[in-house]
């Protein structure tokens, strides 16, 4: 099955410092990554939907130069945290859309997860 | 206002019964509903897809059903098991990859 990766799986960091978090997808190419963002005990929420080649699309109310997005290939997205502050303390999970076949099947495989903390 | 409630919120059950979860949602228009799995610190992975002429899926003990009529869905643990104990999180897709997520249910089966 289609599998996606993510890089970190944990990070702590000072505040004010950049941290840079990977989504690979490792057995197909993904035209499209989605970023969300996951508070305890609540749902994923989306932050934006990255295209490889092209600018990212920002959900309402994120910051699109605090969190910055890099979709440079097919099976590379990468989301950094710039001037991490603890309220950016979170779990980020990447998605991603199988190009051939993900948007017939409206299916996007999921990454682990990163969680981040921010002290 | 396109929405998806689950309920309950949390469950507890004892290892080998039965539970179901429920998943209500507004979203329109309808393209698919997926139950997912996420154990802690995991990302989801999902569990049933079903479109709209679909009333039941089974993966294993897991069985989904839907009425897109009352836009209601069920997912039925058969004989849980320790490792059932996770967050179900019921998504409901209006096409395109535009997914509206619920905000789950935590399961939690004991010994």
């Known amino acids: 099955g289609a599998v996606v990766s993510q890089h970190p799986s944990r990070v702590i960091c000072k505040s004010g410092t950049s941290v840079k978090i990977e989504c690979r997808s490792l057995d197909f190419q993904a035209t499209t990554m989605f970023w969300y963002r996951q508070f305890p005990k609540q749902s994923l929420m989306l932050m934006a939907t990255s295209n490889e080649g092209s600018k990212a699309t920002y959900e309402q109310g994120v910051e699109k130069d605090k969190f910055l997005i890099n979709h440079a290939s097919l099976t590379l997205s990468t989301l950094t945290v710039t001037s991490a502050h603890p309220e950016d303390s979170s779990f980020y999970i990447c998605?991603?859309?199988?190009?051939?076949?993900?948007?017939?099947?409206?299916?996007?495989?999921f990454g682990p997860g990163t969680r981040l903390t921010v002290l | 206002k396109n929405q998806v409630e689950q309920s309950p919120q949390s469950l507890i059950i004892l290892e080998g019964k039965n539970c179901t979860l429920q998943c209500n949602y507004t979203v329109s228009p309808f393209s698919n509903l997926r139950w997912y799995k996420q154990d802690t610190g995991r990302g989801p992975v999902s569990l049933t897809i079903m479109t709209f002429s679909e009333n039941t899926k089974s993966n294993g003990r897991y069985t989904a059903t839907l009425d897109a009529d009352t836009k209601q869905s069920s997912l039925h643990i058969t004989a849980s098991q320790l490792s059932d104990s996770a967050s179900y999180i019921c998504v409901v897709s209006t096409g395109a990859n535009n997914l509206f997520f619920g905000t789950g249910t935590r399961l939690t089966v004991i010994p």
């Open positions: 998605s991603a859309r199988d190009h051939l076949t993900g948007f017939e099947t409206d299916t996007q495989y």
